[in-house]
């Protein structure tokens, strides 16, 4: 009962927050010169999106089935796409209780939904890897940018503010960290907390472990490139699909791709709001563009998504229901 609890007020508080940041995100906006770019819209270039937003789901399948195959040889790559899309479709509604739903459709006598769990992990540290490498990529790549934006608007205030403390603030953070890793390490066998850290810090090293060790090595890398590859074109094909964004370049749909993920860490459903007021923000600040432009090239790259996950998820579950009853 409390467990039950806890989860509806986890995605009644998730629901709340992606209300708020759309509410951020929307307030101001001026609606004429927001329709405006909408009937400007290159829709070839929103045609294409979807092609490679399909495509990087067929990688995403490729690549579970390169780390499931070695567990259970007997699966079919048509059970596998379905069990992502409709994964896929209840994170739209209750974000990370698809990966679970994952589990239970690929599950069998051959492969417990344990392993199938950790194979999601796996994939899921390749992500986060993926993102940090596009990111680090993406400011190298645009360091004329982003260098006086980081230098305008973070480091000169923090330096404002804190003065010549700022060095002991540096010293202070990373004595605070030194601490916490001598923390987990002695009280990990006494403080349920601390244990909690030490086994998830050791769930990461197993699973770069695991890649490592990994059978079909290949596959899974070159499906995971494919994966982010794909990422990076549907934002490039959003940017050409406005031609008040005519200016910027494939550099910069991997610049904007690299920080419009950073708002699935946001545990709101299907990434509303919290996508919305990154990309303006960004569009904003970085490339000084119009609030509006922002919240366009958001809207139209996240809600075509929206619609093709809804679409193929729902095609999935209805084949899937149709082949259990069979």
């Known amino acids: 009962m409390a467990k039950k609890a806890a989860n509806i007020l986890k995605y009644t508080l998730s629901t709340a927050l992606a209300v708020v940041l759309v509410w951020f995100a929307f307030r101001g ?6 329709w405006e770019g909408v009937q ?4 070839v270039w929103v045609a294409l999106y979807f092609v490679a937003a399909i495509l990087a789901l067929v990688f995403r399948e490729e690549r579970w089935i390169a780390l499931m195959r070695p567990l259970d040889p007997s699966l079919r790559r048509l059970g596998v796409w379905d069990a992502i899309n409709v994964g896929n479709l209840v994170n739209v509604v209750l974000p990370g209780a698809g990966e679970f739903v994952r589990c239970g459709y690929v599950s069998s006598k051959r492969m417990s939904y344990d392993k199938a769990f950790g194979t999601i992990a796996c994939e899921r540290l390749s992500d986060v890897v993926a993102i940090l490498f596009l990111f680090v990529l993406a400011i190298v790549l645009k360091s004329e940018s982003f260098g006086p ?30 601490g916490f890793v001598w923390a987990v390490r002695h009280f990990r066998g006494s403080v349920p907390f601390f244990a909690r850290i030490s086994d998830a810090l050791k769930g990461l090293g197993t699973g770069f472990a695991s890649i490592a060790k990994m059978e079909r090595k290949w596959p899974f890398l070159l499906s995971t490139v494919g994966i982010w590859a794909m990422y990076v074109m549907m934002m490039y094909c ?10 910027l370049t494939l550099t910069d749909a991997l610049f ?16 509303i709001g919290a996508y919305h007021y990154l990309m303006a ?3 904003q600040s970085l490339y ?11 809207t139209l790259g996240h809600e075509a998504h929206a619609i093709l996950i809804i679409i193929i998820g729902v095609i999935s579950y209805v084949r899937f229901s149709l082949r259990k009853r069979k």
């Open 238 to 247: 959003t940017i050409r699909a406005l031609p008040m964004l005519d200016a």
């Open 288 to 298: 000084g563009a119009s609030w509006e432009t922002g919240i366009l090239l958001a």
């Open 281 to 283: 923000l960004s569009m």
């Open 40 to 43: 400007q819209t290159r829709w």
């Open 29 to 34: 906006v001026d609606w004429k010169a927001f």
């Open 149 to 178: 934006f980081f230098t305008e608007n973070i480091w000169a205030p923090l330096s404002a503010r804190l003065g010549g403390s700022l060095v002991w603030v540096a010293i202070g953070v990373v004595a605070l960290i030194a």
């Open 256 to 271: 904007l791709s690299a920080i419009g993920n950073f708002a699935s860490v946001i545990p709101v459903p299907g990434g």
